[in-house]
C-alpha cells in the first residue's frame, strides 16, 4: 500500500485526512467524554442530515448544508437545555428525529434521479477531494485556535462548571463555544465516517486515552495519536480488503475500546492483588 500511496492522488487525500481528522477529534473527543455529551452530539450528526438532503435540494455543496444544520442544532440543543434546567436528552431526540426527517424529505422532493447518500451517511475517506481538504483545514485551524486561546477556560469549565463560575469565567459563552466546536467536528468527520459511524471515532480514541490518563494535555495527545492509528488502520483495511473505509474504522474504534477496557480490568485487578499481598 505504501507503494500506491505515491502512486494514487486519492491515497494521498485521505491519509492527510486521516491526519487531519485525528487533530481535531483527539480534542474535541476529550471535552465530549469528560463533559459527558455523547449523546448530544450524536444528535447534532444526526440533525446534520437535514442540511445535506437541502443542499441536494437547493443544489448547493450537501456538507455547508449539514455544517448550518449542525451549529444551529449545538446552539438550539443548548440553549433549551439551560432554558429548560433539565437534561437536554428530550431537545437532543427531537433535532435527531428532525433532521433525519428533513433530510429524507428534502431528498425526495430533489428533481431528478436520487442522489446516493451512502459517502454522507457511512462515510468513504477514499473519496476525499482536495476541496474537502482545504475545508478541513480551515475547520481544523479553527478549532485548534478556539481551545490554545481558551485553554484555562475549558480546563476550569471541563475539571468543574460551578468552579469556574466561581472564578468569573463566563460559562455559558464556553458552554457555546464548546458547542459550537463539536458541531464543526462532526462536519469535518461526515466524509470520513459518515454521520451514522461519527460516535465511533469521536468518543472511542478519548475514552481509550481516558482508561489510561487523568492529565488534560495527556488524554488530548494519546486520543490524537490513537485516532491517527485506526484512520490508517481502517484505511489500509479498506484498501486491502475493499470494504467501507468509514465501517472499518468505527470498527476498529470500538474493538480498540473494548480491548483497553479490558486490559485496564485486568491490570487493576493485579496491582490490587499485589497491595493485598503486600499489606499481608
Given at each position: ?43 447534532i450528526a444526526h440533525t446534520s442530515f ?94 485548534v485556535f478556539l481551545v490554545i486561546a ?131
Amino acid at each position: 500500500m505504501l507503494k500506491a500511496i505515491f502512486e494514487y492522488n486519492f491515497l494521498q487525500n485521505a491519509f492527510l485526512c486521516s491526519i487531519l481528522i485525528s487533530i481535531v477529534c483527539g480534542i474535541i473527543g476529550t471535552v465530549i467524554i469528560l463533559k459527558k455529551l455523547t449523546m448530544m452530539s450524536g444528535g447534532i450528526a444526526h440533525t446534520s442530515f437535514g442540511g445535506v438532503g437541502l443542499g441536494y435540494f437547493l443544489g448547493i455543496e450537501p456538507i455547508i448544508g449539514a455544517f448550518v444544520f449542525a451549529v444551529a442544532a449545538a446552539i438550539g440543543i443548548g440553549y433549551i437545555g439551560k432554558k429548560s434546567h433539565r437534561s437536554s436528552d428530550i431537545a437532543t431526540g427531537i433535532f435527531w428525529s428532525a433532521g433525519m426527517s428533513l433530510g429524507i424529505l428534502f431528498i425526495a422532493f430533489t428533481p431528478g434521479y436520487p442522489p446516493d447518500i451512502s459517502s454522507y451517511l457511512f462515510g468513504d475517506i477514499l473519496t476525499v477531494s482536495k476541496t474537502d481538504l482545504l475545508l478541513t483545514v480551515i475547520l481544523d485551524a479553527i478549532v485548534v485556535f478556539l481551545v490554545i486561546a481558551f485553554y484555562n477556560c475549558f480546563r476550569a469549565y471541563l475539571f468543574d462548571d460551578e468552579f469556574a463560575a466561581v472564578i468569573r469565567i463566563n460559562v455559558n459563552l464556553i458552554n457555546n463555544i464548546l458547542h459550537v466546536m463539536i458541531a464543526l467536528t462532526i462536519v469535518i468527520l461526515i466524509r470520513a465516517v459518515g454521520i451514522v459511524l461519527v460516535l465511533a471515532l469521536l468518543t472511542a480514541p478519548a475514552a481509550v486515552a481516558r482508561l489510561f490518563s487523568s492529565n488534560l494535555k495527556s488524554i488530548m495527545l494519546l486520543s490524537v495519536f490513537i485516532s491517527v492509528v485506526l484512520c490508517f488502520t481502517g484505511l489500509w483495511a479498506s484498501y486491502r480488503f475493499n470494504v467501507a473505509s468509514g465501517a472499518s474504522i468505527a470498527l476498529l474504534s470500538s474493538l480498540l475500546y473494548f480491548a483497553a477496557h479490558l486490559i485496564k480490568k485486568i491490570s487493576d485487578h493485579i496491582t490490587d492483588r499485589k497491595m493485598k499481598n503486600q499489606g499481608n
